[in-house]
């Protein structure tokens, strides 16, 4: 889509995934002056912070919600947002500072919903909300490979394994979930380890043939790591059918390590601690917010991970309301100022 539509719009997305998110950042950098996000089942996004501290790993599932629950809370999101690793949402968590601070800035609005009418320049929803909208975008999502097409024979999967066999294998970007769930299983995942290096699809890859090279040369092992595996008819793997540690096999684990080992420690030679990725996204924001905004009013994050808390600058702050109140009463005023002119030529001509 050409960029320049975007200048002076009031921007509905609708979808609430990672693509959603990146085009929220894209109308923004070119001069959008509101963006809504319209999504249908449940959202969660979160700060970039946080793939890197999953992608290092060596913690637990609770730990990486800190900084979600920090960033939320800078925000203004606590409430509105999913828990972290919500098993409502379908959708794949994005990694987006940009999200957090639309909002605070008051430049983006998140509404559940779905659309129901598209009017010149408003969209109503099935709430009977009704939203400004000079651009609309459909962010709905990839569409996931077609391996019933080339393989006919699917029939089931346990991780990345096909119908039972250790020498067929289908490696995708995998999605959050299928479906949604309930959110009662959350407590349980708390203290759930986090090996890292799995937020990749290339390191996903590269375990994936290691294991299948060395399940093919022994079968007893693959059958006891895949009875610890759901099996799923779905054609693609999601993050809750993933398992990076098998119980009783010493060998399968240590492939596993090995190979996560090769991307957890090229992470940490570009950003050895969290400090330092903190800088880098800093620096990025940043720059993103410079080209819609009159100054940098703060990043979301202290060196630390602590939430960096502060009022927002007035001169930084869209109010979405109140400029939209005031555009009201001026075409009203117009209106007004129109049909008195008519008038007087009425009278005139008279």
């Known amino acids: 889509m050409p960029t320049d539509k975007f200048k002076d719009a009031n921007v509905v997305i609708v979808g609430g995934g990672a693509f959603a998110c990146e085009n929220l950042r894209t109308a923004l950098m070119h001069g959008a002056k509101h963006v809504t996000i ?15 501290q999953a992608t290092i790993g060596d913690c637990k599932l609770g730990d990486l919600g800190k900084a979600y629950e ?7 999101l606590d409430g509105i947002l999913e828990p972290f690793m ?5 959708a794949q968590p994005t990694a987006s500072d940009m999200f957090f601070f639309a909002f605070k800035a008051g430049r983006l609005t998140i509404k559940k919903g779905q659309i129901t009418e598209v009017k010149v320049r408003s969209v109503v929803t099935n709430e009977a909300h009704e939203f400004d909208c000079d651009v609309l975008m459909k962010c709905l999502g990839w569409q996931e490979p077609p391996l019933r097409k080339v393989f006919p024979d699917f029939e089931s999967r346990r991780f990345v394994f096909l119908n039972g066999y250790s020498s067929c294998s289908f490696v995708s970007d995998p ?17 759930l380890p986090v090996k890292g290096g799995t937020f990749s699809v290339l390191a996903l890859a590269t375990v994936s043939i290691r294991l299948q090279l060395y399940f093919m040369d022994h079968p007893d092992e693959y059958h006891k790591a895949m009875a610890q595996l759901p099996e799923s008819p779905e054609p693609v793997c999601n993050w809750f059918q993933q398992r990076w540690d ?3 096999l010493p060998g399968v684990n240590k492939i596993i390590d090995d190979t996560l080992k090769i991307f957890k420690d090229r992470a940490r030679d570009k950003f050895p601690e969290a400090k330092d990725y903190l800088e880098m996204t800093s620096a990025r924001l940043a720059s993103d917010v410079s080209t819609f905004l009159p100054r940098n009013p703060g990043y979301i994050f202290k060196p630390d991970c602590s939430g960096n808390f502060y009022d927002f600058p007035a001169d930084c702050y869209y109010d979405h309301a109140v400029i939209s109140k005031k555009e009201v009463d001026k075409s009203i005023t117009m209106s007004q100022v129109t049909l008195a002119l008519q008038k007087n030529a009425i009278v005139g001509s008279v």
């Open 70 to 76: 920090v960033a939320c809370k800078w925000a203004g």
């Open 38 to 52: 319209i999504y249908r089942t449940a959202l969660q996004c979160w700060p970039r912070v946080v793939h890197y």
């Open 246 to 248: 098998f119980e009783d």
């Open 175 to 191: 999605h959050y979930q299928h479906k949604s769930g309930s959110n009662r299983a959350l407590a349980s995942l708390t203290d």
């Open 86 to 90: 919500s098993r409502k949402c379908t």
